[in-house]
């Protein structure tokens, strides 16, 4: 799916494969195997207790989307990086780099080693070759 979503959408695999990785443990966090939630997209409007469940982040009270598949979550996350907010992103064509700078600086993490942290995934699993221009480092 992420190389399908880069081919149509311009998000580097690299980077949504990064992103996965790292919000969701490899799939092994609580929220992921309760939710199918890779990206802890949370819900804040519209929410219920068969489309979000709570668990403690920034605030102990925090809803997070609940989704039917793991295909969903994916989408999700995909279509929330074509918002406004990521307009920077997206500038950034298919340079994972520039978009891993640009999620923090627009806001996707609160994190201060999150740029780090997914520039250190792209690399470890070389992530970067599922992008349509794979430059390595």
């Known amino acids: 799916f992420p190389v399908t979503i880069h081919k149509k959408l311009g998000i580097p695999a690299s980077v949504t494969l990064a992103q996965g990785i790292l919000e969701s443990r490899s799939g092994q966090s609580e929220l992921t195997k309760k939710t199918n939630n890779h990206f802890g997209i949370k819900c804040f409007s519209g929410c219920n207790y068969k489309n979000s469940k709570r668990f403690a982040d920034d605030k102990p009270t925090d809803r997070f ?5 793991n295909w969903f979550s994916f989408r999700d996350h995909s279509q929330f990086l074509m918002g406004k907010r990521y307009k920077r992103c997206r500038e950034c064509g298919d340079d994972w780099k520039c978009w891993v700078r640009n999620l923090k600086r627009c806001g996707y993490a609160t994190s ?3 740029t780090n942290t997914l520039t250190s995934i792209i690399k470890k699993y070389k992530l970067y070759q599922y992008d349509k221009k794979n430059p390595q480092v």
Do not use: D, L, R
Request: hydrophobic residues 10%.
């Open 112 to 114: 201060n080693t999150y």
């Open 65 to 69: 989307k609940v989704y039917e598949s």
